[in-house]
C-alpha cells in the first residue's frame, strides 16, 4: 500500500504509475483535492474516510474487477458493521438502506482496471447532509469510529484475497457479487445516460454486468450504464 496525506485524486495517481504497481496494491489518500466519482461528478473527499484505487491486471471482462472491489468491500464492511445490511447497487455503489456509504470508480486502460474506492467511514449525519444525495457512513451505521489507515489495509488485504477467485473462478465471483446485488427484483426508477427516465423492475444482472430491466410492458431492456433509483413506496 502507498500512503499519502494529500492527493488530487489516487486513481489519477495510480493511472499514472499503473506500471508500477503490483496487482491488488492500494494508493491511499488521507484525503482528495479533486476526488472524482462517476459521470464526471465529484467526489466530496474530508479527512476520516478512506480513499484508495487499486491496479487490477484482467483485460477480458475487465467489469470482473469491479465485482471484485465490491465483493471485498463488503467483505470489510461485515467486519467492521457485523450484520448491518450493505448490499451492491448496480453498478458500483455500496449501499446500506436507501443510503450510499461507498462508490467504486473504474478505469480502463487497455492493460488492466484502475479501481477508485471512496468509502464513507466516520463521516457524522451532519457531514453527510452535505454529499447531496442521501448517504450514510459505517460510523453513523454502526455507531463505532475507525482508523482510516487500518481499514484501509484491510481493505487491500481483502482484495488480495479475492483476487485469486477472479483468476481462478470467475463464475464463482460473478456469482458472490450477484449475490450481493440486493435490488434484484425490485421495481425501480433506472435514469439512462442521457437523462430518460424508465421505470421497471431490476430482473437480473447479466454475465457481462449489465443490468436487465422490464418494462411493465414485459420487455427486458440491458443497459451498461445509468443509475438506478430506489422508488420510494
Ligand atoms: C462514484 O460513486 O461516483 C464513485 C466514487 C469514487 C471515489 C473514489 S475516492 C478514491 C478514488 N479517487 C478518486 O478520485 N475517485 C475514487
Redesign the pocket.
Known amino acids: 500500500m502507498i500512503f499519502f496525506d494529500t492527493l488530487d485524486?489516487?486513481?489519477?495517481y495510480a493511472k499514472e504509475h499503473f506500471g508500477e504497481l503490483e496487482d491488488g496494491e492500494l494508493v491511499v489518500?488521507a484525503t482528495?483535492t479533486?476526488?472524482?466519482?462517476?459521470?464526471n461528478?465529484k467526489?466530496f473527499?474530508p479527512r476520516g474516510n478512506v480513499?484508495?484505487?487499486c491496479v487490477i491486471r484482467v483485460k477480458e471482462r475487465p467489469f470482473a474487477g469491479i465485482e471484485a472491489c465490491s465483493v471485498a468491500l463488503l467483505d470489510l464492511l461485515s467486519e467492521l458493521a457485523p450484520g448491518s445490511p450493505f448490499y451492491v447497487k448496480w453498478p458500483?455503489?455500496v449501499f446500506c438502506e436507501n443510503a450510499?456509504t461507498a462508490?467504486?470508480?473504474s478505469e480502463f486502460n487497455g492493460d488492466g482496471l484502475i479501481v477508485?474506492?471512496?468509502l464513507n467511514l466516520n463521516m457524522s449525519e451532519a457531514d453527510l447532509l452535505s454529499v447531496g444525495q442521501e448517504a450514510a457512513s459505517v460510523f453513523s451505521v454502526s455507531g463505532r469510529r475507525y482508523d482510516p489507515m487500518e481499514c484501509a489495509a484491510r481493505l487491500e488485504h481483502a482484495i488480495r484475497r479475492i483476487l485469486p477467485l477472479l483468476r481462478n473462478d470467475p463464475q464463482a465471483l460473478f456469482d458472490r457479487w450477484r449475490r450481493a446485488n440486493a435490488l434484484i427484483g425490485k421495481e425501480l426508477e433506472f435514469v439512462c445516460s442521457d437523462g430518460t427516465i424508465v421505470r421497471g423492475v431490476f430482473r437480473d444482472v447479466g454475465a457481462d454486468g449489465a443490468l436487465l430491466l422490464q418494462t411493465p410492458d414485459g420487455v427486458v431492456t440491458r443497459y451498461d450504464c445509468g443509475d438506478l433509483r430506489i422508488r420510494r413506496k
Open positions: 485524486s489516487t486513481n489519477r489518500a482528495q479533486a476526488g472524482r466519482g462517476r459521470l461528478r467526489w473527499s480513499y484508495a484505487s458500483n455503489d450510499k462508490g467504486l470508480l477508485g474506492i471512496g
